[in-house]
């Protein structure tokens, strides 16, 4: 999936843009968010070193690749490793299925042996210890963090393993993973870019990256992404390209969540548009300046132990106080859409608060923290309107999206009703033009549904939804 990073330049120049580098106060915080379970790490290739008989070290993709190589009469380059050295073989390979298959079987090998031998990498098995990260996810296609949680973690079980695959069904966490108790055991482990053990997709090349991310983007694994959006993320070792880091954290922050980035990635930091870019689209992300993606893991390692080993959680920044949300109020109109549309989910909303109609929108309005589905449920119990906003995204995703289930709670609301409850706008072209098929409840269609384009609401829709939440007003 990789290109070979360029050499680091140093050297400071008049107005460059610099990155900002992990100083004390960042460790603290870290930790102390880490002890509240607050923190995903994002693992790489780059932590997928082990130790040689001549006392060396080599890396894992490396070995893999090499013996794919070998079988095959291929030759690569020396110096190649991570997602680099399998790049390069699957593009002397000529790509397809057959050499995803070589891969599966060689990793599977690799593998075997390095658990026979103990010679699991050290930075999997530290951070495997690390107790108080219940999810960990894994941009790598072996299954050595498997092994590592199962020999660091004996008393929570067996670890929980998802894999996502582009179109597969049941990519998503359950719900209540992790769970929100503090005292919990648990090891869940979630292989974003597939698993070459699991017999199906995996990324071993840039089409294959490409793929993944669009694959999640479009299958909208909501309670993974709304994790990723709202945690504090740790990337170690990623070795991600500058164009697909960006394409990734876009991903991962698809609301921009407050929360900052901490990379222990010395191939990312190598280039240096990243982290110009970073600077100004996150300017509080930090990067670890001081080593290799291992050895921030030693460290990382000591501070947690040293935190642990002093039993209270260390102080972090005291919380703004925040009032009890008031239940949903009448006349409160409900925004039922897919995550991919929030962009015009948000245009809407912005529309109506101009004209004074209050919206329940449950990227906002339920606080970090409550029960999610419970909260949605109440918002469509106790709202006036209830609003799905209907596009090309619902349409190819109707087989296991949430907003089927608000949907569904809504229809069956409506049906004790004798008045107007739903009221379904299109925000593009491709969704109206299939308003007769299958694909849509029969409740949703009405002869003169809105086209909101992108979210953009028109007067007359404004003025039809005044009056009717006038109507209600008076009814009452």
Not at 232 to 240: D, Q, S, T, V, Y
Request: aromatic share 8%; proline share 6%.
């Amino acid at each position: 999936m990789l290109r070979q990073a360029p050499v680091m330049d140093t050297t400071e120049k008049p107005g460059a843009l610099v990155h900002r580098q992990m100083k004390e106060l960042d460790w603290n915080g870290l930790i102390s968010q880490i002890r509240r379970r607050k923190v995903i790490p994002i693992l790489g290739p780059g932590l997928l070193r082990v130790e040689q008989e001549d006392g060396g070290e080599t890396d894992v993709y490396a070995l893999i690749a090499a013996e794919v190589a070998s079988a095959r009469g291929l030759e690569l380059k020396a110096d190649a490793r991570g997602f680099q050295a399998i790049d390069a073989l699957a593009r002397a390979s000529g790509g397809g299925l057959a050499v995803h298959a070589d891969i599966q079987a060689a990793a599977e090998e690799v593998v075997k042996r390095l658990v026979r031998d103990k010679a699991l990498p050290e930075a999997l098995l530290l951070l495997a210890a690390i107790k108080d990260f219940p999810l960990i996810v894994s941009t790598t296609f072996d299954s050595l963090m498997l092994h590592a949680l199962r020999q660091q973690r004996p008393e929570a079980g067996e670890p929980v393993v998802k894999v996502y695959s582009p179109k597969a069904v049941g990519c998503d966490l359950e719900p209540g993973q992790p769970s929100p108790d503090a005292e919990a055991q648990e090891a869940i482990l979630y292989q974003l870019f597939g698993s070459a053990e699991k017999g199906g997709h995996f990324v071993i090349g840039e089409n294959d990256a490409i793929n993944f991310v669009y694959g999640l983007h479009r299958d909208d694994p909501q309670r993974l992404l709304g994790l990723l959006d709202t945690r504090r993320l740790l990337l170690i070792g990623c070795e991600f390209p500058d164009w697909f880091a960006r394409f990734f954290l876009r991903l991962a922050r698809n609301g921009n969540g407050s929360e900052r980035e901490i990379f222990a990635d010395p191939f990312l930091l190598a280039q240096g548009h990243f982290p110009a870019f970073l600077s100004i689209y996150r300017s509080q992300s930090c990067f670890w300046c001081e080593g290799s993606p291992a050895a921030f893991v030693k460290e990382l390692h000591r501070r947690w132990s040293e935190s642990e080993a002093a039993g209270a959680l260390p102080p972090e920044r005291p919380a703004r106080v925040s009032l009890p949300r008031p239940e949903p109020q009448r006349g409160e109109v409900f925004l039922s859409y897919s995550r991919t549309d929030l962009m015009a989910v948000k245009r809407l909303k912005s529309c109506l608060d101009q004209e004074g109609i209050a919206t329940w929108f449950d990227f906002q309005a339920i606080p970090h923290g409550d029960p999610w589905r419970e909260e949605i449920e109440r918002g469509i119990d106790h709202c006036s309107l209830f609003v799905p906003l209907l596009s090309a995204s619902t349409l190819q995703r109707m087989g296991e999206a949430v907003f089927v289930r608000e949907w569904n709670r809504a229809i069956d609301r409506a049906g004790g009703m004798r008045r107007k409850f739903i009221v379904p706008v299109f925000i593009d072209e491709n969704a109206a033009a299939h308003l007769d098929s299958k694909l849509f409840p029969k409740e949703f269609k009405e002869p003169d549904i809105a086209l909101l384009k992108d979210g953009q609401a028109t007067p007359k829709f404004i003025e039809d939804l005044k009056s009717t939440l006038s109507s209600l007003s008076s009814a009452s």
